[in-house]
């Protein structure tokens, strides 16, 4: 098992050993190939390096798809993806949860806290048209791209908990992201995800679903986005 793959405790991490997230270290990069991770010609420039390749991806979709359906034997969860990043994550999810015969219902919901590279502290969660009725009594799975300060998850899980009245509330995400600073690092634990994919080095990322003002969610692999990405207008 190589380094950037292990399966580590991270410090006060309360989860179980079988829900440890993999771990991706502050200095992996996988070697960019033509072949191997295609990409849109207009983002040529933007993209730094690759954090993990979309094979590891669809591995570890498999994974927490095996994890919840070892969880949710005999009951149909109620999943809430968060839109617009989550939904590549959460198609892939739920594809193989369709392999293990894991019934499930769905619904979407937007929710929102970056603006550029920075998270505003601000959540904006678009809940006019959501129906809280369809999780009455139902225990529920959050699905999200990546959690980092917390800052939407903090505001999301008590709006689902008081509108919706589930049973439970659980959250999986693709990506755990490390920070720097403790008081936000004490920030992310008291939302960590139950089902956690990967966690990754306080980088700004992007693709397979996670955007930079709406572009590059069109990208296979989860890249490390560059200087001139941040400062392209988004005029392609």
Not at 135 to 145: C, F, K, M, T
Not at 170 to 185: F, G
Request: aromatic share 8%; hydrophobic share 35%.
């Amino acid at each position: 098992m190589q380094p950037n793959e292990e399966h580590i405790h991270l410090d006060k991490d309360p989860r179980p050993a079988r829900l440890h997230p993999v771990f991706i270290h502050d200095d992996a990069a996988v070697q960019a190939s033509a072949d191997r991770h295609p990409f849109p010609m207009e983002y040529s420039g933007h993209l730094d390096e690759i954090m993990i390749e979309n094979t590891k991806l669809m591995n570890r979709c498999k994974e927490l798809a095996k994890l919840i359906n070892e969880d949710y034997q005999n009951e149909r969860p109620v999943f809430v993806c968060v839109l617009k990043g989550a939904s590549m994550f959460f198609h892939h999810l739920t594809s193989e949860l369709m392999q293990l015969k894991q019934g499930f219902t769905y619904e979407f919901l937007r929710a929102a806290s970056y603006s550029g590279t920075d998270t505003t502290g601000n959540v904006k969660v678009g809940s006019e048209e959501f129906d809280f009725s369809a999780l009455e009594g139902r225990r529920v799975i959050i699905v999200e791209d990546i959690v980092d300060t917390g800052t939407t998850l903090a505001k999301l899980i008590p709006v689902i908990k008081e509108r919706g009245k589930p049973t439970s509330v659980e959250v999986c995400t693709l990506l755990e992201k490390r920070l720097d600073h403790e008081r936000r690092r004490s920030e992310v634990l008291l939302t960590k995800a139950k089902y956690a994919g990967f966690s990754i080095p306080n980088k700004f990322i992007i693709g397979f679903g996670l955007d930079y003002n709406e572009l590059y969610r069109d990208l296979q692999d989860i890249w490390v986005i560059s200087k001139a990405g941040i400062e392209f207008d988004g005029k392609l």
